[in-house]
């Protein structure tokens, strides 16, 4: 049985005209999105607003995560004209920030790293006035694939923890904690326009101690990452990784506090907040700092 949901968790379903154009402009184009493979509480309201984040690569992950709703499966075949549909479809919509994600592709050799290259390449031809935030995954730790993605110049590079180093053999056991923190700090050493913000996200309740929490925030500053994103863990299924807790905005608004004294130039922490949720606010207030 579901633990019943404290009433902060909960919101409305309102539906307007700005969702059916994300849809119907995502359908034309034949794209993914994580909003919906993610099953994002925020969905419904980055539609209306009209965004949404781009899911490169097909449907289907390499990894098993305990806490994702992402499917696995058979790998798809790399659909070449997916780069160009998206710069198409951010067209459509006039974006001015565009999120780009993938699921986790280990049987490509560069983890699909040339596909978000080509992708971000697609976007600032098309839309010269966007700025772009790819969320990639660790490519294991292949620092020749991360260079593929720097080189295409995106705005801000995205790679989320998710949890605390102590959980991740129970969370995330085909990744790895410090490779994670080392694809971050890789970022800033190789990029040499030093113009790339960097981004992470993690989550609460999954079985976390406060004191992992702020060990985590440390670990992320400490590699010179620019924007931190903290949400509530929720659970897909039954079949995922319980919620240990959920935890209260006051203690949410407390580690946001705690991450902006360690030197962050962004914070989201929120219980709804999730890793592309407002991330042009995010953008533009890194870039006034």
């Not at 080189?151 to 085909?174: K, W």
């Not at 050493?189 to 996200?201: A, L, V």
């Not at 407390?254 to 042009?280: M, Q």
């Amino acid at each position: 049985m579901y633990e019943r949901k404290p009433q902060w968790l909960k919101r409305s379903y309102n539906p307007n005209n700005g969702q059916r154009e994300v849809l119907e402009i995502i359908k034309k184009y034949g794209l993914n999105t994580v909003c919906t493979a993610a099953g994002c509480p925020n969905k419904t309201e980055c539609h209306n607003s009209g965004t949404a984040t781009f899911m490169l690569l097909g449907k289907y992950c390499t990894r098993n995560c305990a806490f994702c709703k992402v499917e696995g499966g058979a790998p798809q075949t790399i659909d070449a004209a997916e780069p160009e549909n998206i710069a198409l479809a951010a067209n459509s919509l006039k974006l001015k920030h565009v999120v780009v994600t993938s699921v986790t592709r280990d049987d490509i050799e560069d983890g699909g790293a040339a596909h978000f290259a080509s992708t971000v390449t697609a976007l600032k031809r098309h839309c010269p006035n966007i700025s772009v935030e790819v969320l990639i995954p660790d490519f294991q730790g292949s620092e020749t694939a991360l260079r593929k993605v720097i080189a295409s110049n995106p705005d801000v590079i995205n790679h989320n923890m998710e949890t605390v180093s102590e959980l991740y053999g129970e969370v995330r056991p085909e990744a790895d904690y410090r490779r994670s923190l080392k694809l971050i700090e890789n970022v800033k050493k190789q990029d040499d326009t030093g113009k790339i913000i960097t981004k992470s996200g993690f989550m609460l309740g999954l079985g976390e101690s406060s004191h992992q929490v702020y060990q985590l925030l440390k670990d992320l500053r400490g590699v010179d990452c620019d924007i931190v994103t903290i949400g509530q863990y929720l659970r897909p299924s039954i079949a995922h990784r319980a919620v240990s807790r959920y935890v209260h905005p006051e203690e949410f608004e407390a580690f946001g506090s705690a991450a902006y004294a360690l030197g962050f130039k962004y914070v989201a922490s929120a219980p709804l907040v999730r890793s592309s949720y407002h991330a042009l606010q995010a953008v533009s207030a890194v870039r006034d700092k």
